[in-house]
């Protein structure tokens, strides 16, 4: 069973940053597809970012392309995503995610019906 924990949400003003951070059980991420996603009151959960097994790859959603980066560090078990320039549009519950097998394709990768394992969200509110 795949354990995911974020970490790092809060509240910050538009114009701000953050970064958020998910950690997982065991030694699975060289072998995972990961993801962030987030679901805002009243909204469908919507892909924010994704990434390959090695990091070599990523896919954003439009909304926020040039504004995140996601990463992450398989030696350390680690998926990130540093999120610069928020707006109140970005405020929501931000959640990770991960599977062992992905269609690489950016609206797959996006795709909530992709991933098995999720975690529990970290909220992020942007005030203006």
């Known amino acids: 069973q795949v354990q995911l924990v974020e970490s790092g949400g809060g509240s910050v003003q538009a114009g701000g940053s953050l970064r958020l951070s998910c950690t997982a059980s065991g030694n699975i991420y060289s072998v995972y597809y990961m993801a962030w996603f987030r679901q805002a009151p009243g909204k469908e959960r919507e892909g924010v970012a994704a990434?390959?097994?090695?990091?070599?790859?990523?896919y954003y959603a439009n909304s926020v392309k040039g504004r995140f980066t996601i990463s992450r560090d398989n030696a350390k078990n680690t998926l990130t995503l540093q999120m610069n320039s928020l707006q109140p549009d970005d405020t929501a519950m931000y959640y990770c995610?991960?599977?062992?097998?992905?269609?690489?394709?950016?609206?797959?990768?996006?795709?909530?019906?992709?991933?098995?394992?999720w975690g529990q969200g970290t909220q992020v509110t942007v005030s203006s």
């Open positions: 990434i390959g097994t090695l990091g070599g790859s990523t």
């Open positions: 995610a991960a599977d062992r097998s992905i269609s690489w394709v950016a609206y797959r990768a996006l795709s909530v019906y992709e991933y098995d394992y």
